[in-house]
């Protein structure tokens, strides 16, 4: 267990109170098959189980009645074959004690308990399931077909009232996520260099995660074609004067993580072309952490970080035009469909499984259908002990380019002579993750990977290996 | 395409006059999601999809009229966010035209397609669906619940007749497999020694699959606990005097796979008992590769080293008693309770997702309810270019050896007293990939990792690092 058995206790005794009556059920994951059954992915607990229940185990429900306060979980011990295939572990019993639950029951036995809630007229709470097998298994003991489940939209909003805000020690352990991202990222700095491919730095950074007992907190992004919101790594060796756009991060054993993004002149040293967009993209990255403070919604940093943008691609001639009207059209969304940042801890994209709308939105702010803005994860006012990420980024979308063009979309504000001539560029992000703190905001990770034009060519220059 | 269009084109007109009639539906995999839905795991393709298929895509369906002979790819065109998010990608009618297929056809139009194939009394085939996802959409499309699904018998068999038997191209493929498998291992063996963790190893070995663009074929066993069958790495340091017991494989973008196992001297060098149980595994080991040929039936391989083992532990004095009653009776299970190997190919258990019944037993050698002869998992008369792991191993498993002693189990054929002593021993294990030729077998891999202890104990002592 992370954390203390008092906070996982004060954890469920928050929940319940915040959702105030009925049967909750926290599903924790099963093995996920990867070509057959017993060929499984790394196992990779629920989040939300795993923020109350505290264990690491497949095949357990957590289980909390909000009106008698009591607390179960659920899970089969294992056997002897399990012991010969892979080692004892404690028994469910044992871990729930851990965690200060109090009782435990087989998994047969859930089905008939939910049923008599059910039949009681009680409601029963469960969270969006975005495992298949526990759609099925909800399904079943729920009495609906898979896509008739109806998760819980208090049991949602009480978990990511809670899970918002970061605690001290939760900030710790997503520190040691950030050296480790730190270590993945100077890595890939080291080791690009033409002629080395994309997946040979893919693979030793995944590797330096791992050998920290880590996994990747995502598929590690390693590009030349940074103009790919999410372009894995192929085969190709790096070409001289291309960019390298790298995003991964770290999880750490106890599943809180990292996300970093940088780019990269594989020359050593960017050109001019690569300096003017590169430079925009860190001067709105700087804005960002400039304006974060509590309070602030997030949906205004990310337009003032449009405008700026705008403006600036206004200099270089790639945009024209006023620049109020030109983002309040969603002009800039050509070089930027993508938000400013999103939630992060436990999942990458905190708590994106149980629906970005009650995440990153609130009765103040609701989500718009506008391209690029519809993109944005996190556009509530931010709160201390929030963390999300900062990460701009500016693209030349070839086909997206062609498809506007084609369109007129946004022509009175878009050179489309000029940003033709920036279809081979590819694309610059910059991406940390920031805590907000009482009155501003701070970077995540005791190391700052170099990202400031200067920094990062001095960093190239004396690199080793 | 790893292969050449003809070839598809050929797998799939003798697939269809396997199975001789009915609507074969070939499902390829979609995105797992590890810890919310956008979240995957690194994509892994189905791999009998890919046998007929030959494409990586997600959300993909082969579906084959094994009456019309008409063949169609299933599976939605990409739109502009696609192309934002993951880049450009064939188009589906690409795709098919590729794999020599005449037809697509959007996913909207497969379950029609099926309905009237079952509306007309026609046999609709499926193979054992491992994925979730797709038992929800089977049982949505065939009209019954996802636990009341029949695989098709002789779809299974077809696939099974000809998966089973290697091409050279298949072969070459796995050899690349290997050869990467080659550098894990010797990675390993070069990182070795007291004090560095296994997860560091395994991380490390890890990394130098992705970094050939390749994944592990399976999650790598790296471990001081060699008697876990299915340990996974710790972060525990390493401790002089114990083994390290590696099992690993690579496993390449195209889906062929290697696995090999070894067992080192964390201090460089076998202790004398250690040298004693290692010394029976590597010659049951070898005489795996001695009696395999076309024509002999695994199971009695996998005999004749329990017998070896037998003989061989009872000059140790850990059994005693006939040795031939002692096989009989299982009594050697207690030492080796898994079978001596399995099919190997796309998958790293080769098949092991459409039933280990259809894929390593047929009339003529049935499955077995034994302890340790259950875990059998390829039994039958061998064949040239079948590809199977020879792996055989010695495990003292503390809390089996408490069981059997509690229940007397085989105690006739046992030392107890003895066996109590070696509780701290851990497990040795070597596996090897090997090819069925005409009149013999062979190693895959170019090069072969050292395992006699001399062998072992020379790449130790010169190994660089």
Chains 1, 2 share one sequence.
Not at 404 to 422: K, P
Request: hydrophobic share 35%.
């Amino acid at each position: 267990m992370l954390f203390s058995q008092s906070t996982y206790i004060e954890r469920r005794r928050r929940l319940r109170e915040l959702v105030g009556n009925g049967l909750i059920l926290l599903f924790g994951n099963n093995e996920a098959p990867m070509n057959y059954p017993a060929n499984a992915y790394r196992f990779r607990q629920d989040s939300t189980f795993l923020y109350y229940f505290a264990q690491h185990r497949d095949g357990l429900v957590g289980v909390i009645d909000a009106d008698s306060g009591e607390e179960t979980l659920v899970g089969d011990e294992i056997d002897i074959d399990d012991i010969i295939w892979y080692g004892s572990v404690q028994s469910v019993k044992d871990m729930a004690q851990e965690a200060g639950v109090s009782r435990t029951l087989p998994m047969s036995s859930l089905e008939e308990k939910v049923d008599s809630a059910l039949k009681n007229g009680r409601k029963v709470h469960f969270l969006p399931p975005y495992r298949h097998d526990n759609r099925i298994y909800l399904s079943k003991i729920m009495g609906v077909s898979p896509d008739s489940l109806q998760p819980s939209l208090p049991l949602i909003q009480a978990v990511v009232e809670m899970r918002s805000v970061k605690s001290a020690e939760e900030i710790s352990e997503i520190e040691r996520a950030c050296s480790i991202g730190y270590k993945m990222h100077t890595t890939a700095m080291n080791l690009c260099r033409p002629g080395v491919t994309e997946q040979y730095i893919s693979g030793v950074i995944g590797g330096i995660a791992a050998s920290y007992g880590c996994i990747t907190s995502f598929q590690s992004i390693v590009t030349m074609h940074g103009e790919v919101m999410h372009g894995y790594p192929s085969p190709l060796p790096l070409e001289e004067g291309r960019l390298l756009l790298c995003d991964c991060g770290a999880e750490t054993n106890e599943n809180y993580c990292s996300d970093h993004t940088r780019t990269s002149p594989i020359s050593g040293v960017y050109s001019q072309r690569q300096k003017e967009i590169y430079t925009i993209v860190s001067d709105c990255h700087d804005l960002a952490l400039q304006e974060s403070r509590p309070g602030k919604m997030y949906r205004d940093v990310h337009l003032d970080v449009c405008r700026l943008m705008t403006e600036r691609l206004k200099d270089l001639g790639l945009m024209r035009g006023d620049t109020e009207e030109a983002v309040r059209a969603g002009a800039h969304a050509l070089f930027l469909p993508h938000g400013l940042g999103h939630m992060m801890g436990m999942d990458v994209h905190d708590m994106e499984g149980l629906g970005q709308v009650h995440v990153g939105y609130d009765e103040e702010v609701r989500p718009s259908s506008q391209f690029g803005l519809n993109a944005l994860r996190m556009a509530r006012r931010l709160q201390e002990g929030f963390v999300v990420t900062d990460e701009p980024g500016i693209y030349f979308i070839p086909a997206l380019i062609d498809q506007w063009r084609a369109n007129g979309t946004n022509a009175e504000y878009l050179n489309f002579d000029v940003i033709e001539t920036y279809k081979d560029f590819g694309g610059v992000r910059i991406e940390d993750d920031i805590l907000i703190t009482k009155d501003g905001c701070r970077f995540l990770g005791k190391e700052r990977i170099p990202y400031h034009i200067d920094e990062v060519e001095e960093y190239m220059r004396n690199r080793k290996g």
